[in-house]
């Protein structure tokens, strides 16, 4: 299985940017296509992006597009979500997930998650 730790969420007014980044160790991290999701109080956990196992091709939510870029460095161990232009209906708890193979829009297809970071846009 594979252990992932996200890291650099935070407060941020609208129209900022942040960049979090999501670190993985126990397996060949080059296997495993990556995605972030996001979860809001009383909400759904949310598909936001997906990026396949070589970082060659990327998928976003409809609410995203434009803003967010996913990418992932295999010698790293580490995919990166860039957020700009960032609303405050982008507030929420961030979270990477890994799943092996092919990048997938549905959460119960991913194998192993991180803890969560929060993000928090103010107006």
């Known amino acids: 299985q594979v252990q992932l730790v996200e890291s650099g969420g935070g407060l941020v007014q609208a129209g900022g940017s942040l960049r979090l980044s999501c670190v993985a160790s126990?397996?060949?991290?080059?296997?495993?296509?990556m995605g972030w999701f996001r979860q809001a109080p009383g909400k759904e956990r949310e598909f936001v992006a997906g990026?396949?196992?070589?970082?060659?091709?990327?998928i976003y939510a409809d609410s995203v597009k434009g803003r967010f870029t996913i990418s992932k460095d295999n010698a790293k161990n580490t995919v990166y979500l860039q957020m700009n232009s960032l609303k405050p209906e982008d507030t929420a708890v961030y979270y990477c997930?890994?799943?092996?193979?092919?990048?997938?829009?549905?959460?119960?297809?991913?194998?192993?998650w991180g803890q969560g970071t929060q993000v928090t846009v103010s107006s």
């Open positions: 990026i396949n196992r070589s970082g060659g091709s990327t």
């Open positions: 997930a890994s799943k092996y193979f092919g990048v997938s829009w549905y959460p119960n297809e991913y194998d192993s």
């Open positions: 126990g397996r060949t991290f080059s296997n495993y296509a």
